[in-house]
């Protein structure tokens, strides 16, 4: 499974970003799905994760303001990021995890400016 992150930029706090994910066609409607970031210094925390049955898991800092969401069709796994704060900041890592195994994407970079 290959996974291709794109999406992270600058953007000033209130504003919003859209992150994608493209994924190898292996096992995508029946994997688990999700975005993890790390901030500088920190250890990588799960975002949001989206089950194959569409249960979904958010970070408490992030619920109401991020949106997971996944298109089969394209393979691609989604995270609308609106009301964005300083404490965003992160490089931000799509996942997929099938039958057990994790694979992660190179990560994208989003800063969030106050």
């Known amino acids: 499974v290959q996974l291709q992150a794109s999406g992270g930029g600058l953007v000033r706090a209130g504003g919003s970003l859209t992150l994608s994910c493209a994924a190898s066609?292996?096992?995508?409607?029946?994997?688990?799905l999700g975005w993890y970031r790390q901030a500088p210094g920190e250890t990588r925390e799960m975002v949001a994760l989206?089950?194959?049955?569409?249960?979904?898991n958010y970070a408490d800092s992030v619920k109401g303001r991020f949106t997971i969401s996944r298109d089969n069709a394209k393979t691609t796994v989604y995270l609308q990021m609106n009301n964005l704060k300083p404490e965003d900041t992160a490089v931000y890592y799509c996942?997929?995890?099938?039958?057990?195994?994790?694979?992660w994407g190179q990560g994208t970079l989003v800063t969030v400016s106050s």
């Open positions: 996942n997929s995890r099938l039958w057990s195994t994790d694979y």
């Open positions: 066609r292996t096992g995508f409607s029946i994997s688990t």
């Open positions: 989206l089950d194959r049955g569409g249960s979904i």
